[in-house]
């Protein structure tokens, strides 16, 4: 009998939810994802010392602000991801920017550019943005330009279709904080079928293969096995390497669960959506509304921090430097 791992491989693609490179050699997903808070974790560990350190030197020797090479950073570990897995690595645009449409493709552009320069096509990334309103129309533009998007913090089929009328990429609905909001909320215990994120990403999946919506489903954010199996034979889904130590050592059946045959059976009607609808309708969802909201926080308090560690790193790069100017001209 195969794990479930191996037979949820079967009938979605995996993808690696962590910038730890040998939790992703051990596991063979067939895409990567980052984010500022994996980004955060993984600067921190040794094994990733040079990826920190070149970005650092750079960045002293050619006078860049500490935000610059906290992007660079993010392009090291992608560049890195992108010699393990074999299709696509996943780089965010910083959260600062998540309701400035401008400066949202221009950043794009650039971390386009940079992999470019590095000998990445663009076919092997996926620029991450946050489903709000302006982080959609930037996509609209980038996707037209031929940059493809991996739109994150997905809390609701709203979000979702408007994502997806942009030509988005992929969507990444959220389970497990999905799951968190009502936990707390309603104060219930939830079952993997009855589980609220679960219920949103079949939700949003049955609607994509019903109205013949291209856009890729990628499940994401869980907090245990039992809904990334509810969700099995979703289009991807980016699970972290604890979770997938779990599925590769469960040797039970694992049956499909999601099916684009039987999606027209369970998919709502289809939605129209301009900007005063959508802001309206995820105004009216408390939950999408404050997650979206708390999310984008937390990714810009973990983007502060990295930086903060690139610039506890820059100053250390220049007093030694100045040591060892003093020391020589002693």
Known sequence: MLSKLDQLKAMTTIVADTGDMDAIRAYSPIDATTNPTLLLKAAKLPAYAPLVEEA?????????????????????????????????????????????????????????????????????????????????????????????????????????VACADAGATLVSPFVGRILDWYTKVEGKTYTAETDPGVL??????????????????????????????????????????????????????????????????????????DEKTFRFLLNEDAMATEKLSEGIRTFARDLQALREVVADRLLNIAARHELMSDTIAG
């Open 56 to 160: 650092v030197l750079w960045g002293h020797n050619h006078h860049r602000m500490t935000s610059e090479v906290a992007e660079r950073l993010a392009i090291n570990f992608g560049v890195a991801l992108t010699g393990i897995v074999p299709g696509r690595v996943s780089t965010e645009v910083d959260a600062d920017l998540s309701f400035d449409v401008e400066g949202t493709v221009a950043k794009a552009r650039a971390i386009i550019a940079e992999y470019e320069r590095r000998g990445v096509g663009r076919d092997r990334i996926l620029i991450k943005i946050a489903a709000t309103w302006e982080g959609i129309r930037a996509a609209e533009i980038l996707q037209g330009e031929g940059i493809d998007c991996n739109m994150t913090l997905v809390f609701s089929l709203t979000q979702a």
């Open 200 to 273: 949103s990403v079949r939700q949003i999946y049955n609607y994509f293969k019903a109205h013949d919506v291209k856009t890729i489903v990628m499940g994401a954010s869980f907090r245990n096995k039992g809904e990334i199996e509810a969700l099995a034979g979703c289009d991807r889904l980016t699970i972290s390497p604890v979770l997938l130590d779990e599925l590769a050592k469960d040797f039970g059946e694992l049956p499909r669960r999601l099916d684009p045959e039987t999606a027209a059976a369970h998919s709502p009607a289809k939605l129209s959506l």
